[in-house]
Protein backbone atom coordinates (compact mmCIF):
# COMPACT_ATOMS: atom_id res chain seq x y z
CA UNK A 1 0.00 0.00 0.00
CA UNK A 2 3.15 2.52 0.80
CA UNK A 3 4.28 1.62 -2.72
CA UNK A 4 0.66 2.45 -3.88
CA UNK A 5 0.26 5.78 -2.20
CA UNK A 6 3.78 7.04 -2.88
CA UNK A 7 3.57 6.45 -6.66
CA UNK A 8 -0.46 8.51 -6.55
CA UNK A 9 1.26 11.74 -4.44
CA UNK A 10 3.80 11.76 -7.12
CA UNK A 11 3.93 13.91 -10.63
CA UNK A 12 5.42 11.15 -12.46
CA UNK A 13 2.10 9.43 -11.92
CA UNK A 14 -0.91 11.57 -10.39
CA UNK A 15 -1.35 13.74 -13.06
CA UNK A 16 -1.72 10.67 -15.81
CA UNK A 17 -3.87 9.14 -13.49
CA UNK A 18 -6.09 11.86 -12.88
CA UNK A 19 -6.40 12.76 -16.58
CA UNK A 20 -6.87 8.63 -17.10
CA UNK A 21 -10.04 9.15 -14.71
CA UNK A 22 -11.58 12.07 -16.04
CA UNK A 23 -11.16 10.03 -19.52
CA UNK A 24 -13.30 6.50 -18.39
CA UNK A 25 -15.71 8.84 -16.26
CA UNK A 26 -16.69 10.86 -19.29
CA UNK A 27 -16.55 7.95 -21.56
CA UNK A 28 -19.07 6.38 -19.53
CA UNK A 29 -21.24 9.25 -18.26
CA UNK A 30 -21.79 9.95 -22.14
CA UNK A 31 -22.13 6.33 -23.37
CA UNK A 32 -24.51 5.78 -20.78
CA UNK A 33 -26.54 8.82 -20.70
CA UNK A 34 -27.21 8.26 -24.24
CA UNK A 35 -27.88 4.41 -23.97
CA UNK A 36 -30.49 4.69 -20.85
CA UNK A 37 -32.23 7.37 -22.85
CA UNK A 38 -32.72 5.46 -25.79
CA UNK A 39 -33.47 2.19 -24.53
CA UNK A 40 -35.76 3.73 -21.87
CA UNK A 41 -36.94 6.67 -23.95
CA UNK A 42 -37.00 5.83 -27.43
CA UNK A 43 -37.01 2.12 -28.24
CA UNK A 44 -39.84 -0.43 -26.74
CA UNK A 45 -38.74 -3.14 -27.84
CA UNK A 46 -36.00 -5.80 -26.30
CA UNK A 47 -34.50 -7.09 -29.66
CA UNK A 48 -34.17 -3.13 -30.96
CA UNK A 49 -33.09 -2.30 -27.17
CA UNK A 50 -30.16 -4.92 -27.62
CA UNK A 51 -29.41 -3.76 -31.11
CA UNK A 52 -28.64 -0.12 -30.19
CA UNK A 53 -26.96 -0.91 -27.27
CA UNK A 54 -24.37 -3.26 -29.39
CA UNK A 55 -24.25 -0.61 -32.40
CA UNK A 56 -23.13 1.78 -29.87
CA UNK A 57 -20.68 -0.66 -28.30
CA UNK A 58 -19.70 -1.66 -32.00
CA UNK A 59 -19.31 1.88 -32.79
CA UNK A 60 -16.74 2.91 -30.19
CA UNK A 61 -14.56 0.09 -30.69
CA UNK A 62 -14.27 0.33 -34.76
CA UNK A 63 -11.62 3.54 -34.32
CA UNK A 64 -9.34 0.48 -31.93
CA UNK A 65 -9.42 -1.59 -34.76
CA UNK A 66 -8.53 0.58 -38.17
CA UNK A 67 -6.43 3.15 -36.38
CA UNK A 68 -4.45 1.46 -33.26
CA UNK A 69 -1.45 1.15 -35.23
CA UNK A 70 -1.05 4.50 -35.93
CA UNK A 71 -1.77 5.42 -32.42
CA UNK A 72 1.02 2.92 -31.42
CA UNK A 73 3.41 4.43 -33.68
CA UNK A 74 2.47 7.78 -32.66
CA UNK A 75 2.91 6.96 -28.86
CA UNK A 76 6.56 5.48 -29.32
CA UNK A 77 7.45 8.07 -31.72
CA UNK A 78 6.23 11.10 -30.06
CA UNK A 79 6.67 12.63 -27.11
CA UNK A 80 3.91 11.03 -25.06
CA UNK A 81 2.75 13.89 -22.91
CA UNK A 82 2.39 15.92 -25.65
CA UNK A 83 -0.14 13.60 -27.74
CA UNK A 84 -1.81 13.24 -24.25
CA UNK A 85 -2.55 17.16 -24.30
CA UNK A 86 -3.50 17.18 -28.02
CA UNK A 87 -6.18 14.32 -27.12
CA UNK A 88 -7.78 16.17 -24.25
CA UNK A 89 -8.01 18.97 -26.04
CA UNK A 90 -9.68 17.41 -28.93
CA UNK A 91 -12.11 15.83 -26.38
CA UNK A 92 -13.29 19.24 -25.82
CA UNK A 93 -15.32 20.09 -29.04
CA UNK A 94 -16.11 15.66 -29.59
CA UNK A 95 -17.64 16.20 -26.06
CA UNK A 96 -19.64 19.15 -27.61
CA UNK A 97 -21.00 17.72 -30.56
CA UNK A 98 -22.31 15.01 -28.30
CA UNK A 99 -23.73 17.29 -25.48
CA UNK A 100 -25.91 18.96 -28.91
CA UNK A 101 -26.99 15.51 -29.24
CA UNK A 102 -27.92 14.86 -25.80
CA UNK A 103 -30.28 18.06 -25.21
CA UNK A 104 -31.78 17.67 -28.86
CA UNK A 105 -32.78 14.23 -27.66
CA UNK A 106 -34.24 15.93 -24.54
CA UNK A 107 -36.15 18.67 -26.10
CA UNK A 108 -37.43 15.87 -28.83
CA UNK A 109 -36.06 17.26 -31.60
CA UNK A 110 -35.34 15.49 -34.38
CA UNK A 111 -34.85 12.37 -31.84
CA UNK A 112 -34.22 9.32 -34.27
CA UNK A 113 -33.62 11.62 -37.32
CA UNK A 114 -30.69 13.76 -35.96
CA UNK A 115 -30.41 13.70 -32.06
CA UNK A 116 -29.31 10.02 -32.14
CA UNK A 117 -26.89 9.77 -35.02
CA UNK A 118 -25.26 12.72 -33.79
CA UNK A 119 -24.46 11.04 -30.54
CA UNK A 120 -23.35 8.07 -32.50
CA UNK A 121 -20.82 10.26 -34.40
CA UNK A 122 -19.84 11.97 -30.92
CA UNK A 123 -18.89 8.34 -29.64
CA UNK A 124 -17.64 6.82 -32.16
CA UNK A 125 -15.29 10.34 -32.01
CA UNK A 126 -14.42 9.34 -29.01
CA UNK A 127 -13.90 5.98 -29.27
CA UNK A 128 -11.09 7.53 -31.48
CA UNK A 129 -9.61 9.97 -28.57
CA UNK A 130 -9.44 6.61 -26.55
CA UNK A 131 -7.41 4.63 -29.58
CA UNK A 132 -5.19 7.19 -29.40
CA UNK A 133 -5.29 8.02 -25.31
CA UNK A 134 -5.13 3.98 -24.75
CA UNK A 135 -1.81 2.83 -25.41
CA UNK A 136 0.27 5.74 -23.59
CA UNK A 137 -1.76 5.42 -20.40
CA UNK A 138 0.27 1.97 -19.99
CA UNK A 139 3.00 2.54 -22.22
CA UNK A 140 4.45 5.72 -20.51
CA UNK A 141 4.00 3.66 -17.04
CA UNK A 142 7.97 2.32 -17.54
CA UNK A 143 9.09 5.27 -18.39
CA UNK A 144 7.98 7.16 -15.29
CA UNK A 145 7.59 4.10 -12.75
CA UNK A 146 10.86 2.11 -11.49
CA UNK A 147 10.31 -1.64 -12.51
CA UNK A 148 8.99 -2.33 -8.52
CA UNK A 149 6.61 0.44 -9.28
CA UNK A 150 5.06 -0.56 -12.73
CA UNK A 151 2.76 -3.52 -11.50
CA UNK A 152 1.42 -1.17 -8.88
CA UNK A 153 0.64 1.58 -11.36
CA UNK A 154 -0.96 -1.06 -13.81
CA UNK A 155 -3.17 -1.97 -11.36
CA UNK A 156 -3.77 1.26 -9.99
CA UNK A 157 -4.68 2.51 -13.61
CA UNK A 158 -7.09 -0.35 -14.26
CA UNK A 159 -8.60 -0.14 -10.81
CA UNK A 160 -8.41 3.60 -11.70
CA UNK A 161 -10.38 2.84 -14.67
CA UNK A 162 -13.33 0.92 -13.40
CA UNK A 163 -13.62 3.77 -10.28
CA UNK A 164 -14.11 6.11 -12.86
CA UNK A 165 -16.73 3.92 -14.86
CA UNK A 166 -18.35 3.30 -11.45
CA UNK A 167 -18.51 7.09 -11.08
CA UNK A 168 -20.08 7.85 -14.49
CA UNK A 169 -22.53 4.88 -14.62
CA UNK A 170 -23.98 6.39 -11.35
CA UNK A 171 -24.19 9.57 -12.47
CA UNK A 172 -25.53 8.83 -16.14
CA UNK A 173 -28.62 6.31 -14.10
CA UNK A 174 -29.22 8.91 -12.05
CA UNK A 175 -29.20 12.47 -13.14
CA UNK A 176 -31.42 14.05 -15.92
CA UNK A 177 -30.11 13.95 -19.82
CA UNK A 178 -29.49 18.10 -20.04
CA UNK A 179 -27.08 17.51 -16.87
CA UNK A 180 -24.83 14.75 -18.70
CA UNK A 181 -25.15 17.08 -21.42
CA UNK A 182 -23.09 19.71 -19.57
CA UNK A 183 -21.65 17.49 -17.07
CA UNK A 184 -19.61 16.12 -20.34
CA UNK A 185 -18.10 18.99 -21.80
CA UNK A 186 -16.76 20.38 -18.00
CA UNK A 187 -15.04 17.03 -17.60
CA UNK A 188 -13.30 17.11 -20.93
CA UNK A 189 -11.88 20.69 -19.98
CA UNK A 190 -11.07 19.37 -16.57
CA UNK A 191 -9.03 16.58 -18.00
CA UNK A 192 -7.17 19.02 -19.96
CA UNK A 193 -6.07 20.97 -17.75
CA UNK A 194 -5.06 18.01 -15.57
CA UNK A 195 -3.07 16.82 -18.89
CA UNK A 196 -1.01 19.76 -19.04
CA UNK A 197 1.02 18.76 -15.86
CA UNK A 198 1.93 15.34 -17.08
CA UNK A 199 5.72 15.12 -17.17
CA UNK A 200 7.13 14.84 -20.90
CA UNK A 201 8.13 11.66 -21.95
CA UNK A 202 10.16 11.59 -25.21
CA UNK A 203 10.75 8.65 -27.46
CA UNK A 204 12.72 6.05 -26.46
CA UNK A 205 14.01 5.40 -29.91
CA UNK A 206 13.81 8.64 -32.18
CA UNK A 207 14.02 9.35 -35.17
CA UNK A 208 11.78 6.27 -36.61
CA UNK A 209 9.38 7.05 -39.80
CA UNK A 210 5.33 6.83 -39.60
CA UNK A 211 3.71 4.48 -41.76
CA UNK A 212 0.36 5.96 -42.59
CA UNK A 213 -0.91 3.28 -44.74
CA UNK A 214 -3.54 2.02 -41.92
CA UNK A 215 -4.11 -1.77 -42.52
CA UNK A 216 -0.68 -2.39 -43.56
CA UNK A 217 0.81 -0.95 -40.27
CA UNK A 218 -1.63 -3.22 -38.45
CA UNK A 219 -0.66 -6.50 -40.25
CA UNK A 220 2.63 -5.51 -39.30
CA UNK A 221 2.31 -4.34 -36.00
CA UNK A 222 0.35 -7.28 -35.07
CA UNK A 223 2.93 -9.66 -36.27
CA UNK A 224 6.03 -8.00 -34.96
CA UNK A 225 4.14 -8.05 -31.73
CA UNK A 226 2.97 -11.63 -31.81
CA UNK A 227 6.30 -13.80 -31.87
CA UNK A 228 6.97 -12.69 -28.49
CA UNK A 229 5.43 -15.99 -26.65
CA UNK A 230 4.15 -14.25 -23.56
CA UNK A 231 2.69 -11.49 -25.11
CA UNK A 232 0.78 -13.22 -27.94
CA UNK A 233 -0.59 -15.55 -25.26
CA UNK A 234 -1.39 -12.38 -22.86
CA UNK A 235 -2.83 -10.20 -26.19
CA UNK A 236 -5.19 -13.08 -27.09
CA UNK A 237 -6.45 -13.82 -23.54
CA UNK A 238 -6.95 -10.35 -23.08
CA UNK A 239 -8.98 -10.26 -26.04
CA UNK A 240 -11.48 -13.00 -24.77
CA UNK A 241 -11.79 -11.10 -21.65
CA UNK A 242 -12.72 -8.20 -23.40
CA UNK A 243 -14.97 -10.14 -25.81
CA UNK A 244 -17.03 -11.26 -22.66
CA UNK A 245 -16.91 -7.86 -20.98
CA UNK A 246 -18.47 -6.56 -24.67
CA UNK A 247 -21.33 -8.89 -24.27
CA UNK A 248 -22.17 -8.22 -20.41
CA UNK A 249 -22.34 -4.93 -21.23
CA UNK A 250 -24.34 -4.80 -23.79
CA UNK A 251 -26.66 -7.52 -22.41
CA UNK A 252 -27.24 -5.21 -18.69
CA UNK A 253 -29.36 -2.39 -19.84
CA UNK A 254 -31.94 -4.78 -21.70
CA UNK A 255 -31.50 -7.57 -19.17
CA UNK A 256 -32.30 -5.35 -16.36
CA UNK A 257 -34.93 -3.34 -18.23
CA UNK A 258 -36.88 -6.99 -19.92
CA UNK A 259 -35.71 -9.26 -17.93
CA UNK A 260 -35.66 -7.88 -14.17
CA UNK A 261 -38.00 -6.16 -14.81
CA UNK A 262 -36.31 -2.71 -13.02
CA UNK A 263 -35.56 1.07 -13.65
CA UNK A 264 -32.67 2.25 -15.57
CA UNK A 265 -31.49 2.91 -12.27
CA UNK A 266 -31.19 -0.31 -11.58
CA UNK A 267 -29.44 -1.19 -15.07
CA UNK A 268 -26.65 1.55 -13.43
CA UNK A 269 -26.26 -0.25 -10.23
CA UNK A 270 -25.71 -3.49 -12.44
CA UNK A 271 -22.65 -1.65 -14.21
CA UNK A 272 -21.46 -0.04 -11.01
CA UNK A 273 -21.63 -3.48 -9.04
CA UNK A 274 -19.74 -4.78 -12.28
CA UNK A 275 -17.27 -1.63 -11.69
CA UNK A 276 -16.52 -1.95 -8.30
CA UNK A 277 -15.47 -5.73 -8.59
CA UNK A 278 -12.93 -4.86 -10.94
CA UNK A 279 -11.40 -2.41 -9.50
CA UNK A 280 -11.34 -4.85 -6.06
CA UNK A 281 -10.23 -7.20 -8.30
CA UNK A 282 -7.26 -5.01 -9.89
CA UNK A 283 -5.82 -4.05 -6.37
CA UNK A 284 -6.08 -7.32 -5.04
CA UNK A 285 -3.88 -9.33 -7.49
CA UNK A 286 -1.13 -6.79 -7.17
CA UNK A 287 -1.46 -7.89 -2.98
CA UNK A 288 -1.18 -11.78 -3.94
CA UNK A 289 1.85 -11.63 -6.35
CA UNK A 290 3.83 -9.06 -4.26
CA UNK A 291 4.86 -6.70 -7.07
CA UNK A 292 5.80 -9.23 -9.28
CA UNK A 293 4.00 -9.84 -13.18
CA UNK A 294 2.76 -12.83 -13.45
CA UNK A 295 -0.21 -15.18 -14.93
CA UNK A 296 -0.22 -17.87 -11.67
CA UNK A 297 -3.68 -17.02 -11.17
CA UNK A 298 -5.15 -16.11 -14.49
CA UNK A 299 -6.49 -19.66 -15.07
CA UNK A 300 -8.25 -20.17 -12.15
CA UNK A 301 -9.53 -16.45 -12.25
CA UNK A 302 -10.99 -17.12 -15.23
CA UNK A 303 -12.59 -20.23 -14.57
CA UNK A 304 -14.29 -18.60 -11.47
CA UNK A 305 -15.70 -15.56 -13.44
CA UNK A 306 -17.41 -18.04 -15.53
CA UNK A 307 -18.99 -19.86 -12.49
CA UNK A 308 -20.32 -16.90 -11.64
CA UNK A 309 -21.81 -15.96 -14.89
CA UNK A 310 -23.67 -19.23 -14.89
CA UNK A 311 -25.16 -18.44 -11.33
CA UNK A 312 -26.35 -15.01 -12.68
CA UNK A 313 -27.93 -16.85 -15.31
CA UNK A 314 -29.77 -19.46 -13.20
CA UNK A 315 -30.77 -16.53 -10.78
CA UNK A 316 -32.10 -14.84 -14.36
CA UNK A 317 -34.05 -17.75 -15.07
CA UNK A 318 -35.26 -18.29 -11.27
CA UNK A 319 -36.44 -14.57 -11.67
CA UNK A 320 -38.53 -14.71 -14.44
CA UNK A 321 -40.64 -17.25 -12.61
CA UNK A 322 -41.75 -14.51 -10.45
CA UNK A 323 -41.31 -11.22 -12.73
CA UNK A 324 -42.70 -8.25 -11.73
CA UNK A 325 -45.33 -6.77 -13.01
CA UNK A 326 -44.18 -2.99 -13.38
CA UNK A 327 -40.64 -1.81 -13.43
CA UNK A 328 -38.50 -1.53 -10.08
CA UNK A 329 -37.15 1.34 -8.33
CA UNK A 330 -33.51 0.75 -6.76
CA UNK A 331 -35.39 0.18 -3.31
CA UNK A 332 -37.86 -2.27 -4.56
CA UNK A 333 -35.69 -4.07 -6.59
CA UNK A 334 -33.04 -4.67 -3.59
CA UNK A 335 -36.73 -5.57 -1.50
CA UNK A 336 -36.72 -8.27 -4.55
CA UNK A 337 -36.28 -11.72 -3.49
CA UNK A 338 -32.69 -13.11 -4.51
CA UNK A 339 -31.53 -9.09 -5.47
CA UNK A 340 -29.01 -10.05 -3.19
CA UNK A 341 -27.71 -12.96 -5.06
CA UNK A 342 -27.94 -11.42 -8.66
CA UNK A 343 -25.77 -8.94 -6.77
CA UNK A 344 -23.29 -11.18 -5.62
CA UNK A 345 -23.08 -13.01 -8.87
CA UNK A 346 -22.44 -9.96 -10.41
CA UNK A 347 -19.30 -8.71 -8.08
CA UNK A 348 -18.38 -12.51 -8.34
CA UNK A 349 -18.12 -12.28 -11.75
CA UNK A 350 -16.13 -8.65 -11.82
CA UNK A 351 -13.76 -9.31 -9.02
CA UNK A 352 -12.37 -13.04 -10.84
CA UNK A 353 -12.39 -10.82 -13.89
CA UNK A 354 -10.22 -7.93 -12.37
CA UNK A 355 -7.64 -10.68 -11.12
CA UNK A 356 -7.77 -12.02 -14.66
CA UNK A 357 -7.04 -9.17 -16.51
CA UNK A 358 -4.56 -6.91 -14.12
CA UNK A 359 -1.34 -8.82 -14.63
CA UNK A 360 -1.75 -9.80 -18.23
CA UNK A 361 -1.63 -5.77 -19.38
CA UNK A 362 1.65 -5.97 -17.17
CA UNK A 363 3.12 -8.64 -19.69
CA UNK A 364 2.76 -5.92 -22.39
CA UNK A 365 4.97 -3.21 -20.92
CA UNK A 366 7.54 -5.18 -19.09
CA UNK A 367 7.86 -8.40 -21.70
CA UNK A 368 9.15 -5.73 -24.65
CA UNK A 369 11.70 -3.44 -25.70
CA UNK A 370 10.64 0.20 -23.53
CA UNK A 371 11.00 1.92 -27.25
CA UNK A 372 7.90 -0.43 -28.47
CA UNK A 373 5.47 -0.85 -25.14
CA UNK A 374 3.40 1.63 -26.66
CA UNK A 375 3.02 -0.29 -30.27
CA UNK A 376 2.54 -3.63 -27.89
CA UNK A 377 -0.16 -1.83 -26.46
CA UNK A 378 -1.93 -1.02 -29.66
CA UNK A 379 -1.52 -4.39 -31.17
CA UNK A 380 -3.19 -5.36 -28.30
CA UNK A 381 -5.47 -2.95 -28.81
CA UNK A 382 -6.03 -4.11 -32.37
CA UNK A 383 -6.98 -7.64 -31.49
CA UNK A 384 -9.05 -6.95 -28.55
CA UNK A 385 -11.48 -4.48 -30.59
CA UNK A 386 -11.68 -6.64 -33.44
CA UNK A 387 -12.64 -9.50 -31.11
CA UNK A 388 -15.12 -7.16 -28.94
CA UNK A 389 -16.33 -6.14 -32.27
CA UNK A 390 -16.97 -9.61 -33.36
CA UNK A 391 -18.85 -10.05 -30.01
CA UNK A 392 -21.20 -7.16 -30.38
CA UNK A 393 -21.75 -8.03 -34.10
CA UNK A 394 -22.65 -11.56 -32.14
CA UNK A 395 -24.98 -10.34 -29.50
CA UNK A 396 -26.59 -8.38 -32.70
CA UNK A 397 -27.34 -10.89 -34.67
CA UNK A 398 -28.47 -13.34 -31.26
CA UNK A 399 -30.74 -10.79 -30.66
CA UNK A 400 -32.10 -10.53 -33.86
CA UNK A 401 -33.01 -14.04 -34.54
CA UNK A 402 -34.83 -14.23 -31.14
CA UNK A 403 -32.26 -15.18 -28.59
CA UNK A 404 -33.49 -13.55 -25.41
CA UNK A 405 -30.44 -11.52 -23.27
CA UNK A 406 -30.71 -13.71 -20.41
CA UNK A 407 -29.31 -16.80 -22.85
CA UNK A 408 -26.90 -14.81 -24.13
CA UNK A 409 -25.54 -15.16 -20.82
CA UNK A 410 -24.12 -18.51 -21.32
CA UNK A 411 -22.27 -17.45 -24.44
CA UNK A 412 -19.58 -15.33 -21.69
CA UNK A 413 -19.54 -18.51 -19.57
CA UNK A 414 -18.27 -20.40 -22.83
CA UNK A 415 -15.79 -17.95 -23.30
CA UNK A 416 -14.73 -18.13 -20.31
CA UNK A 417 -13.16 -21.77 -21.06
CA UNK A 418 -11.19 -20.22 -23.90
CA UNK A 419 -9.92 -17.38 -21.53
CA UNK A 420 -9.05 -20.14 -18.72
CA UNK A 421 -6.84 -22.37 -21.61
CA UNK A 422 -4.53 -19.26 -22.85
CA UNK A 423 -4.13 -18.14 -19.77
CA UNK A 424 -2.68 -21.62 -18.53
CA UNK A 425 -0.65 -21.08 -22.13
CA UNK A 426 0.81 -17.95 -21.09
CA UNK A 427 1.76 -18.98 -17.47
CA UNK A 428 3.15 -21.98 -19.32
CA UNK A 429 5.55 -19.75 -21.39
CA UNK A 430 6.39 -17.25 -18.71
CA UNK A 431 7.67 -20.66 -16.88
CA UNK A 432 9.87 -21.54 -19.68
CA UNK A 433 10.92 -17.46 -20.01
CA UNK A 434 11.63 -17.42 -16.56
CA UNK A 435 14.04 -20.40 -17.00
CA UNK A 436 15.68 -19.46 -20.03
CA UNK A 437 16.63 -16.27 -18.78
CA UNK A 438 17.67 -17.54 -15.50
CA UNK A 439 19.67 -19.91 -17.75
CA UNK A 440 21.41 -17.12 -19.30
CA UNK A 441 22.19 -15.16 -16.40
CA UNK A 442 24.25 -18.23 -14.82
CA UNK A 443 25.84 -18.90 -18.03
CA UNK A 444 27.15 -15.22 -17.82
CA UNK A 445 27.74 -15.24 -14.14
Not at 206 to 224: F, M, N, Q, T
Not at 242 to 257: E, N
Request: hydrophobic share 55%.
Amino acid sequence: MTTLTHILRSRRFGPLFATQLFNAFNDNLFKNAMVLFVVYSVYSSESAEAAFSALASALFILPFVLLSALAGQLADMRDKARIIRIVKAAEIAIMCVGAAGLVMAWQGMATEAVAIPLMLVALTAMGVHSTFFGPIKYAILPQHLRSDEVLAGTGLVEAGTYIAILAGTIIAGWIPVEASAVGVVLVAIAGYFTSRSVPPAPPVIPGEKLDWHIVRASVRLVRDTMHVREVYYAILAISFFWTIGAVLFIQFPPLAKNVIMASKEVASLFLVVFSVGVAIGSVSVNALLRGRVSARYAPASVIVMGLFVVAFYFVCRMWQADQPSELLSVMEFLAWPMASVLLLCLLGIAVAGGMFVVPLYAFLTTKVDPGRAARTIAANNIVNSFAMVIGSLLAMGLSAAGVGVSEQLLLSAAMCLISAWLGQRLFVAEQQADAVRASAGQSHS
